[in-house]
């Protein structure tokens, strides 16, 4: 297995991961993925990857910037989808341990991360990377017409943005 850089022609692929998590119920807010054209403007050029085997796309993770001010240029929100048949596997952590080392080339000193209560697996992997719990945000959202909860984990840079 080996993790590379995610190109726009694997977008097929990732979008149909990406739909496995929304399914769900507890992934994300979404519900459907976006097109490829809205996913690319939404997600940092330098760190979008992809887990692959064989030719078949495992999983993916991408960080997104938290807001368009400068003051949080170097925070950025993190994505990582697993394809069902390749959960448990440890592609998770090999996906977000890249995602860390490649969130601080591009100059980011945080990465943050919601995640809803019920997805442990999510949770579980976070805290493995050296990701801490910072907060609940009650009732943030709805999906499906059902309020949930947030849960914020972050993970400071141990290099970048120390002075």
């Known amino acids: 297995m080996k993790v590379r850089n995610m190109k726009p022609s ?14 769900t119920g507890f992934a994300t807010f979404e519900t459907q993925p ?10 940092v050029k330098d760190c979008r990857l992809i887990a692959e085997e064989n ?18 240029g170097g925070v950025g929100e993190v994505s990582v989808y697993i394809a069902n048949a390749s959960r448990g596997k440890g592609i ?5 341990q890249k995602l860390i080392t490649e ?35 009650e009732r943030i959202g709805k999906i499906n017409g059902v309020w949930k909860d947030n849960l914020l984990f972050e993970k400071r840079s141990d290099s970048v943005g120390v002075d």
């Open 92 to 96: 998770g952590q090999l996906l977000m």
């Open 55 to 72: 030719g078949s796309i495992l999983g993916w993770a991408a960080l997104s910037p938290v807001s368009s001010r400068c003051v949080y």
């Open 103 to 137: 969130s601080e080339k591009a100059g980011f000193w945080t990465i943050q991360s919601g995640i809803f209560p019920e997805n442990t697996a999510s949770i579980k992997l976070h805290e493995k990377v050296g990701f801490r719990y910072i907060g609940k945000r």
């Open 34 to 43: 976006p097109s490829f054209d809205q996913w690319d403007e939404a997600h």
């Open 10 to 23: 694997d977008w097929s692929n990732v979008s149909d991961i990406y739909k496995e998590g929304i399914s």
